[in-house]
């Protein structure tokens, strides 16, 4: 099993650029998150989706949008990159919104 | 504001001794989660602890929760080299949708 995938590892946009996050998990889990870490912030919830066909704001959820494709997948989309989305991007899966959650590698994404 | 917080934020140690951590939290919670995260990595979940329970061990971990003080503790013992990471607790929030919010983190250094 690959877990939580990530797609890609790293990018760098120019402001304005707009670019969509892929992720994929194969634990057949309900419930997918995206997070945003910034240095000493601990991480933020963006959006997560409950259950398939699903989707909810998080935390900072301005300047993203989110599809759940399918149970498996769950895509982040920048439509207008700005330097403050500078950022390491981690997608999580769990069962439920009460379990622990199995995280991606992250993708480190620098808006110039 | 963030529900939980890490105390301290940075703590280095020698190898085989022990490293405690506290997290306090502001709100009633359901659930507390430790994860722990290495250097360019994404987190890996490490305990989870429910609010009618004080204290849980895996294997040299072990976590405890006082919801009187809204605080909980991870206590690593006979720690080794490779136990150098960051460690963030994670509080479930009525917000969210009952997701969980991460603390800013504590950086340990466990040197040889």
């Known amino acids: 099993n690959a877990g939580v995938t990530q797609t890609p590892k790293f990018q760098v946009l120019k402001t304005g650029q707009s670019m969509t996050l892929q992720c994929a998990q194969d634990?057949?889990?309900?419930?997918m998150y995206w997070y945003r870490q910034d240095p000493g912030m601990g991480l933020r919830l963006i959006y997560y989706?409950?259950?398939?066909?699903?989707?909810d704001k998080g935390e900072v959820p301005n300047g993203y949008n989110v599809s759940r494709l399918n149970k498996r997948e769950f895509s982040l989309r920048l439509e207008s990159a700005a330097p403050s989305q500078t950022s390491v991007y981690f997608c999580?899966?769990?069962?439920?919104?009460?379990?622990?959650?199995?995280f991606g590698p992250g993708t480190r994404l620098t808006v110039l | 504001s963030q529900q939980g917080e890490e105390d301290p934020q940075a703590l280095s140690i020698q190898e085989g001794e022990n490293a405690t951590m506290n997290c306090s939290y502001k709100?009633?919670?359901?659930?507390l989660q430790w994860y722990r995260q290495n250097s360019g990595r994404g987190l890996v979940h490490l305990i989870l602890i429910r609010s009618n329970e004080r204290e849980k061990h895996s294997g040299r971990l072990r976590v405890t929760l006082d919801t009187s003080k809204k605080s909980s503790s991870l206590l690593i013992t006979a720690s080794r080299a490779a136990d150098t990471a960051s460690y963030f607790c994670a509080t479930d929030a009525e917000n969210y949708g009952q997701n969980f919010v991460f603390g800013p983190g504590t950086r340990l250094s466990v040197l040889p």
């Open positions: 634990m057949n889990h309900n419930s």
């Open positions: 999580a899966s769990s069962y439920g919104t009460e379990a622990e959650q199995f």
């Open positions: 989706s409950a259950s398939e066909g699903t989707t």
């Open positions: 709100t009633s919670i359901n659930n």
